[in-house]
């Protein structure tokens, strides 16, 4: 058993070890990005039961989201400028160096590039980018914050005030009356951004910027739940609209709804009867049905579609027993395992072709401009 207690070691042979355990270090974690990357392009991660490469790492590989995020993003660009990998595990380049480089690398300039940022900290790197690739002058801004709280002094509150108003300015979790509020510099402020956050069992902090239309409807529809919610509680009128916006979708997209028709006739053709649709998703409890061959399965509720189990073109039906839900990333999957990577791809490139050139059609008789004939080829 490794022992991690390291009294006994001197001070030469402790940072010997430790300047070669970060050699070591580099060195398997260039390897690892490479890895990374391979799986990555081969979309290995849907044989799996993951829709993504991301949800891989967290769940599989038992990443972070943090970490994660960087090394996919690290091991994608290093597996377009192979160069990145053995600058990584000669420690010439760090992670972070990568990720800020990543935007300006070209064919043209990642050579150079690369070479101007060895052994440069991340300031040292940020300086070098905003020579080679000047950005314009921020605005000018001057913001007041407001001055923290004596610890002896109490917010004034309304007792009719509801529990979420909508504010124009950016809210921050609630706090004891008696503890003072932090000093954020500007300069350090958090980003504005959607943020949900778990706060204790079952309830949740929502932090979002909406639009000036955005903010008038809500405002409408808390006057219109006036008497159902007269206090104007913000999550109260959310969780209205949003029971509102899913039984429509699930309408839309699964044929769902409180008094179902009967089927008339038989399925016919690409099309899947309403009354399929709601017994396919009732029966896979609205979750991807793919399995891995370790029996996991793909835990994925969103983008789902609706797939026949035996390919359409071979013969598929469009019943209960011949469709399943399947999210994009494993219905693109199962095309590529029965008609191979190849076939899919072409036929991608040629519908992006089809609909491309339909855009330009459209756009030439919206102008007014004659639209050449094509030639066969």
């Known amino acids: 058993m490794t022992s991690y207690s390291l009294k006994h070691l001197a001070d030469s042979t402790l940072l010997n070890n430790l300047a070669t355990l970060v ?20 979309k290995l991660y849907r044989p799996a039961a993951y829709p993504s490469m991301f949800l891989y790492c967290v769940n599989e590989l038992h990443m972070s989201e943090d970490a994660a995020y960087k090394r996919i993003s690290v091991a994608r660009t290093a597996r377009q400028f192979p160069a990145i990998f053995p600058l990584l595990a000669e420690g010439r380049l760090n992670q972070t160096a990568v990720l800020l480089m990543a935007p300006h690398l070209t064919s043209s300039t990642a050579d150079e590039l690369l070479a101007a940022a060895t052994h440069k900290t991340k300031p040292e790197i940020e300086l070098l980018l905003a020579e080679r690739f000047p950005r314009p ?17 109490r917010a004034p509150q309304s ?39 778990p706060l204790s069992p079952g309830r949740y902090a929502l932090q979002v ?17 006036g008497h159902a919610v007269p206090s104007g509680d913000v999550a109260q009128v959310l969780k209205r609209a949003l029971d509102s916006l899913v039984r429509e979708l699930e309408k839309q997209k699964f044929a769902k709804c409180a008094r179902p028709r009967p089927q008339r006739g038989a399925a016919n053709g690409r099309r899947i009867p309403a009354a399929v649709k709601r017994a396919v998703v009732g029966r ?25 189990v035996v390919p359409f ?7 209960e027993s011949g469709i399943r839900l399947r999210c994009r990333a494993h219905n693109q999957h199962a095309a590529d395992c029965t008609f191979g990577p ?12 089809s609909a491309k ?16 004939a094509s030639s066969p080829a």
């Open 23 to 42: 050699g070591q270090d580099r060195i398997t974690n260039a390897a690892l990005l490479a890895h990374l990357a391979e799986v990555d392009e081969r």
């Open 159 to 197: 007792v009719q005030a509801p529990a979420l108003q909508l504010a124009p300015e950016r809210v921050v979790p609630s706090i004891e009356s008696n503890t003072p509020v932090p000093m954020v510099p500007l300069a350090q402020a958090p980003a504005e951004r959607t943020r949900l956050a």
């Open 357 to 372: 050139a339909k855009a330009q059609a459209n756009a030439e008789a919206k102008s007014g401009a004659p639209h050449a």
């Open 342 to 353: 190849e076939f899919m791809d072409s036929k991608k490139e040629g519908r992006a072709g």
């Open 137 to 153: 002058d921020v605005p000018a801004l001057l913001q007041a914050i407001a001055p923290a709280a004596a610890p002896d002094e």
């Open 209 to 225: 910027t909406v639009d000036k239309e955005t903010y008038e409807q809500l405002r409408h529809a808390q006057a219109l739940l």
């Open 313 to 319: 073109a071979r013969g598929g039906e469009a019943t």
């Open 284 to 308: 896979d409890g609205g979750q991807c049905t793919f399995v891995s061959e370790t029996g996991k399965r793909c835990e994925s509720r969103t983008r789902l579609e609706l797939d026949h």
